[in-house]
């Protein structure tokens, strides 16, 4: 199926004017019956309305940019038919032209709740050139939540049943969708910044009240008025003899408490996005317990997100590939994405002093990619 996007409409819309919780909860509802379309295009422009949200898929992606990918082989198999699967899988995902962005796509998906990708292939062939990544308001599920993916060329906002694709030229990623809670503290943060600029508007300076002379005439009272205007206006004039000020400062009767509720709800923020590790994006103590704590929630969420996404793949390509060229053949490799470990170089270092002392010798290259130090021959003693 071609897939053809008409995006006629929907970029003169900004679902983040006028929202409230009622439209919020409408858009859900119509969520889990299978139209995406109004939700996601209101998660679209919220990530980039907010520099919380912003920030925090960031760094939870940030991990991406930096991911090595391998074929592993299942030891079990036969060795010589897991080389073969290995060397041409690995040839074929070398031949993907987008294979980066594609995968940043997918793991976005983490947090929209799903991810497309559409196989685009070589001329003649099942092999994958690159990938074309459907954006979220273009899918629908026919038949509910439990339904099957359709394509809604026009992101119409209540499509029943929308095109049927081929499923297998798709790669697809399903997960809860992180932006659903976050989605909610966007909202309540929203309101209190509103309420906030409001309350500066009419509350942060005192309410000044001038009283006239006695015997003040109709008359007078007017021309006293015009002069309180220009007073109140600049903060200095004439009044005359008898007259009074008066003030009223209702910022010192109550604190606002906008501030904390907006801080409150980044963290929930970041929780959510986090899958609950970290409160704040940054913390003191860099280089410290909390600033390795941070790293170390980080690569934990690396690992995790890395095996979802390396599933996708595997089932997505590695799967019909290997069908196809190995009809009636076990599966004896695989696509996986490797995180590095987080090593603590001088542990490790002691570690290997140890083993040596022992009697024991590790390999010189291992060390090196460990630790990522250069190491030299030390010279013989007396040279």
Same mark, same amino acid.
């Given at each position: 199926?071609?897939?053809?996007?008409?995006?006629?409409?929907?970029?003169?819309?900004?679902?983040? #004017?006028?929202?409230?919780?009622?439209?919020?909860?409408?858009?859900?509802?119509?969520?889990?019956?299978?139209?995406?379309?109004?939700?996601?295009?209101?998660?679209?422009?919220?990530?980039?309305?907010?520099?919380?949200?912003?920030?925090?898929?960031?760094?939870?992606?940030?991990?991406?940019?930096?991911?090595?990918?391998?074929?592993?082989?299942?030891?079990?198999?036969?060795?010589?038919?897991?080389?073969?699967?290995?060397?041409?899988?690995?040839?074929?995902?070398?031949?993907?032209?987008?294979?980066?962005?594609?995968?940043? @796509?997918?793991?976005?998906?983490?947090?929209?709740?799903?991810?497309?990708?559409?196989?685009?292939?070589?001329?003649?062939?099942?092999? !994958?050139?690159?990938?074309?990544?459907?954006?979220?308001?273009?899918?629908?599920?026919?038949?509910?939540?439990?339904?099957?993916? #359709?394509?809604?060329?026009?992101?119409?906002?209540?499509?029943?049943?929308?095109?049927?694709?081929?499923?297998?030229?798709?790669? !697809?990623?399903?997960?809860?969708?992180?932006?659903?809670?976050?989605?909610?503290?966007?909202?309540?943060?929203?309101?209190?910044?509103?309420?906030?600029?409001?309350?500066?508007?009419?509350?942060?300076?005192?309410?000044? @009240?001038?009283?006239?002379?006695?015997?003040?005439?109709?008359?007078?009272?007017?021309?006293?008025?015009?002069?309180?205007?220009?007073?109140?206006?600049?903060?200095?004039?004439?009044?005359?003899?008898?007259?009074?000020?008066?003030?009223?400062?209702?910022?010192?009767?109550?604190?606002?408490?906008?501030?904390?509720?907006?801080?409150?709800?980044?963290?929930?923020?970041?929780?959510?996005?986090?899958?609950?590790?970290?409160?704040?994006?940054?913390?003191?103590?860099?280089?410290?317990?909390?600033?390795?704590?941070?790293?170390?929630?980080?690569?934990?969420?690396? #690992?995790?997100?890395?095996?979802?996404?390396?599933?996708?793949?595997?089932?997505?390509?590695?799967?019909?590939?290997?069908?196809?060229?190995?009809?009636?053949?076990?599966?004896?490799?695989?696509?996986?994405?490797? !995180?590095?470990?987080?090593?603590?170089?001088?542990?490790?270092?002691?570690? !290997?002093?140890?083993?040596?002392?022992?009697?024991? #010798?590790?390999?010189?290259?291992?060390?090196?990619?460990?630790?990522?130090?250069?190491?030299?021959?030390?010279?013989?003693?007396?040279?």
């Amino acid at each position: 199926m071609a897939v053809a996007k008409r995006h006629t409409w929907r970029e003169y819309y900004n679902p983040i #004017r006028g929202l409230s919780m009622a439209r919020l909860v409408a858009m859900e509802d119509n969520a889990e019956r299978g139209q995406y379309a109004d939700l996601q295009w209101f998660y679209y422009h919220m990530e980039r309305s907010d520099v919380t949200i912003m920030s925090a898929v960031a760094r939870r992606l940030a991990f991406l940019a930096a991911l090595d990918w391998d074929i592993h082989t299942v030891g079990t198999a036969d060795q010589t038919l897991a080389k073969e699967q290995a060397e041409f899988l690995r040839n074929a995902y070398e031949r993907i032209g987008n294979f980066q962005e594609a995968t940043s @796509f997918l793991a976005h998906g983490l947090f929209s709740g799903f991810a497309h990708l559409h196989k685009v292939y070589s001329p003649f062939s099942s092999m !994958v050139s690159y990938f074309e990544p459907i954006e979220q308001w273009f899918w629908i599920k026919h038949g509910g939540m439990f339904g099957e993916w #359709r394509f809604n060329p026009e992101s119409r906002p209540h499509e029943a049943t929308g095109q049927a694709i081929d499923r297998k030229n798709f790669c !697809v990623l399903d997960a809860a969708p992180l932006f659903r809670p976050i989605s909610r503290q966007f909202f309540s943060k929203s309101l209190a910044a509103a309420d906030w600029d409001t309350a500066l508007e009419t509350s942060a300076n005192p309410s000044i @009240f001038l009283i006239g002379p006695p015997g003040t005439t109709p008359e007078k009272e007017l021309e006293y008025r015009t002069v309180a205007e220009q007073i109140v206006s600049n903060g200095r004039g004439y009044l005359p003899n008898g007259s009074d000020v008066k003030t009223v400062d209702t910022a010192q009767r109550s604190r606002m408490p906008f501030q904390e509720r907006i801080t409150y709800c980044d963290q929930q923020i970041v929780m959510a996005a986090t899958g609950g590790l970290l409160t704040m994006l940054t913390e003191s103590g860099s280089g410290t317990l909390a600033g390795g704590a941070h790293s170390r929630g980080l690569l934990e969420l690396a #690992r995790s997100d890395a095996a979802r996404i390396s599933e996708v793949f595997q089932r997505d390509l590695d799967d019909p590939w290997l069908d196809e060229f190995w009809p009636g053949q076990p599966h004896a490799a695989y696509f996986r994405f490797d !995180v590095p470990e987080d090593y603590n170089v001088p542990t490790m270092l002691e570690a !290997v002093a140890n083993l040596n002392w022992a009697g024991y #010798r590790v390999d010189k290259a291992q060390i090196e990619d460990k630790t990522g130090l250069k190491l030299l021959e030390a010279p013989a003693q007396g040279a």
